[in-house]
Each structure stands twice: as C-alpha cells, then as structure tokens.
C-alpha cells in the first residue's frame, strides 16, 4: 500500500509522516531536501534556478515512485510526484519564473514517466493558511526558507487547492492543521489516526 502526505512548505507533511510509520508500522519515505544541490541556490534566484531543481525533484520522486511499486510494504511518503508538477511547477510558471519552452520540456519528460506510475491508495492533504505556515517556518529555522515570500506561500496555497479539488484523481483525506498540534498534543494526532483508520480500514 502507498500512502502519500500532502502540502505547503511547514505544513508538517514531514513530522507526520514520521509519526504514521511510526503509529502504523508503515515504511517511511522522505523528500530529499538536504541533499539537494540545487534548493538554496533556488530560493537566492528563483528565476534563474527553477527548471534544474524541479527536474531533480521530478528525478527523486520518479525513482522513489519506482521503489515504492517493487515494494511488498505499506509506504508512506512525504511528498507525491504529482504536487510537485501541479502544484510547485505550475506555480512557477504562473510566476514568470519558468519559460514556455522548459515548461513544455519537463511535461513532456513528466508524461512519459506516467505511463509507469501509479495514484497511492490514500493522499493525505495538511490544509494551511498562509500565518500558520510562516509560523512554523519561522520556527524550523532553515536559513534558505527565511527568505520566501508571502507572495510565493500564497501561490502555492492556491495551486495546492486547485490540485486537490480539481486535478488529482485519487482518494482524498483533508486534515485542517491550523488548530492542530499533532506533533505534541495525543488527542490532536489521534483525531488525525482515526480519521485515517476509518478511510482504509472501515474503522469507527
């Protein structure tokens, strides 16, 4: 079973995926951020940076995608392939920080990947409002996050609806996160869990 957590930048779509391997026993998969070369090259010129590191992503997560499919585990991954064509691509490309013509060439490699890829059996999407997130980056304290705009949170937030509401074909559950400290509060991440049990397993 493949299980994918969905949403913005400090959404905490990484805690909690760490926390469900951990409650379910589930195999976790995270999204390589340290180790990429090109983020904090990016968020100093977007513009100039965009189309080398969504190709890395899109390599990353084809590769992860692959592994997930040979697996006999439950998988839970942080971050799917498809947010970051519909979701981060598209918003860079709103932006002006992606020309046509790379745009047209990463569809066209990101088509060619989908023949070979398969929706997860559950997109867990963290819902955030733009103060809630800059909240929580604020407090992760990532050097090269500090300098993104509200404008940027803002676009990816829109995208992030749009991609859920309208464009991704699978099975859905949306978590309001705003008023939920799931890291720190049981009663919070047990509302997250039962929520989850009663989705895939028919539970409650």
């Not at 023949?115 to 929580?136: E, G, N, R, T």
């Amino acid at each position: 079973m493949h299980i994918g957590i969905a949403g913005n930048i400090g959404s905490g779509k990484t805690t909690l995926t760490r926390m469900l391997a951990q409650h379910y026993g589930w195999t976790p998969k995270f999204e390589a951020v340290t180790h990429n070369p090109f983020l904090e090259d990016y968020y100093k010129d977007i513009q100039r940076w965009s189309f080398n590191l969504e190709v890395y992503f899109l390599t990353q997560r084809f590769k992860d995608v692959m592994e997930i499919a040979r697996s006999s585990e439950t998988i839970i991954q942080d971050r799917t392939i498809f947010e970051g064509v519909y979701v981060f691509v598209a918003n860079n490309v709103a932006m002006g920080n992606l020309s046509q013509r790379d745009y047209d060439a990463y569809m066209d490699l990101f088509r060619v990947m989908m023949q070979m890829v398969k929706l997860p059996d559950l997109l867990i999407y963290l819902k955030c409002s733009i103060p809630h997130l800059v909240a929580q980056i604020q407090k992760r304290g990532r050097d090269y996050e500090q300098s993104m705009s509200l404008e940027y949170l803002g676009g990816l937030n829109r995208r992030y609806e749009e991609f859920i509401n309208h464009e991704y074909e699978g099975e859905v559950l949306t978590i309001d996160a705003d008023g939920l400290d799931f890291q720190n509060n049981p009663e919070d991440f047990a509302t997250i869990t039962d929520k989850i049990d009663a989705r895939l397993f028919g539970l409650f």
